[in-house]
């Protein structure tokens, strides 16, 4: 009895962590990082196949999904000064707010505490070779090329 009491309730606890992390990450549920950085089509194809947590309905996010995940740099937060967003995805949309932040490699700028650089499943509308993401040492948003080799972190 008393271990079906404990499952019970570590189920239930379980089970309010995940509507939490839910409800604190804007209803979207986020993959572990890549055990490895990768070139953008293989970024997009490792989404598209991952199985983690039970799910196979993953996808490489856009850069305004991923910009949700900024924090500590008003620039390049969700609403911050920085222009580049699904909806403005060109050379025009950026500016110098994009780079604004200084380096700080304690994963500050990152809800889940990442450090380095992160794919975003846009493309620079200005130029389809090069993708935006996300600088997670400096809270930056900026394009590469799609060769490249960066991080990634899938979202459902």
């Excluded at 271990?3 to 939490?20: G, P």
């Excluded at 620039?75 to 050379?91: A, R």
């Amino acid at each position: 009895m008393k271990k079906v009491t404990v499952l019970i309730i570590f189920s239930v606890l379980i089970l309010f962590a995940v509507i939490m992390a839910v409800k604190y990450f804007n209803r979207l549920i986020w993959s572990g990082v890549s055990p490895e950085p990768m070139m953008w089509e293989d970024a997009v194809d490792y989404c598209e196949s991952l199985n983690e947590g039970g799910s196979n309905k993953w996808r490489l996010p856009d850069i305004s999904e991923l910009r949700t995940l900024i924090r500590n740099c008003a620039y390049t937060e969700t609403e911050g000064s920085c222009k580049v967003t699904t909806e403005c995805d060109n050379e025009a949309c950026w500016s110098d707010e994009c780079i604004k932040c200084p380096l700080a490699i304690d994963g500050r700028y990152s809800k889940f505490k990442d450090k380095g650089e992160f794919w975003s499943s846009t493309s620079n509308s200005s130029n389809s070779s090069f993708a935006w993401y996300v600088g997670f040492f400096d809270g930056l948003i900026l394009d590469g090329s799609k060769k490249n080799e960066i991080f990634v972190r899938c979202v459902r």
